[in-house]
């Protein structure tokens, strides 16, 4: 299907910060990236769920700035403003909410995963679907009443396995509908396709699950 794509721009704090639209026509997804900053990568998975019938907004949470090694990332990480990082999210998904009706979703990548589940768990009433990532955020897990989807590797040195294990014994004694599917033989980043990670097989599995999850879910 034919999409609309743009650069927008939000107004954060007085601070003006750019985020990526790819319009669907459909219901809206909120999209997070990893610490990289909103990379190509990121705007082409965008495209790719837009093209699947939905509103994808990924607002810049690096400030138009764009890793391309870990230590890289890890410097921007360290410098990073988490109070504007968050009221980004939070601005991004009050401009997507014009622009659609019904909830949203949530996908998000590594970091971005911890504010997706940051958002779900503070405005609960306004997200219907989680997607995570190779990530995870310790929060309230009971206030969170969207479906939550994950994918995360078998063992992973970034994302600590006792973590998620835990995160999803909390999902399940909170009565929240959570799945989480592991990959083996993955690295963190295993879905990007500019990474050394990437595993082509187990990423076309993924999105085929999420783009399922999200047409029910949604």
């Keep these: ?33 990893a610490w990289w900053g909103l990379k190509p990568f990121f705007k082409q998975v965008c495209d790719r769920i837009a093209e699947q019938g939905f509103t994808v907004l990924a607002p810049d949470l690096r400030d138009g700035q764009i890793a391309k090694t870990i230590d890289e990332a890890k410097t921007l990480m360290e410098k990073s403003d988490s109070q504007l990082t968050g009221d980004t999210v939070f601005t991004a998904k009050d401009y997507l909410q014009t622009r659609v009706k019904g909830k949203l979703g949530v996908i998000g990548f590594s970091m971005g995963a911890a504010w997706s589940l940051i958002a779900a768990a503070y405005k609960p009433a306004e997200f219907g679907a989680v997607v995570l990532f190779y990530g995870n955020e310790g929060v309230d897990y009971g206030k969170i009443t969207a479906k939550v989807m994950g994918h995360f ?9 006792e ?42 599995l993924a999105w085929s699950r999420t783009f399922e999850f999200l047409k029910a879910a949604l």
């Design 153 to 161: 590797c078998e063992v992973d040195e970034w994302e600590p396995t």
């Design 1 to 33: 299907m034919s999409i609309q794509t743009s650069e927008i721009e939000l107004t954060v704090n007085d601070k003006k910060v750019k985020a990526y639209l790819a319009d669907g026509s459909g219901p809206g997804i909120l999209l997070l990236h």
């Design 163 to 204: 973590f998620v294990d835990n995160t999803f014994a909390e999902f399940a004694k909170a009565g929240v509908d959570a799945t989480r599917h592991n990959y083996p033989g993955t690295a963190h980043w295993f879905v990007e396709e500019d990474r050394p990670e990437y595993n082509p097989a187990a990423a076309q």
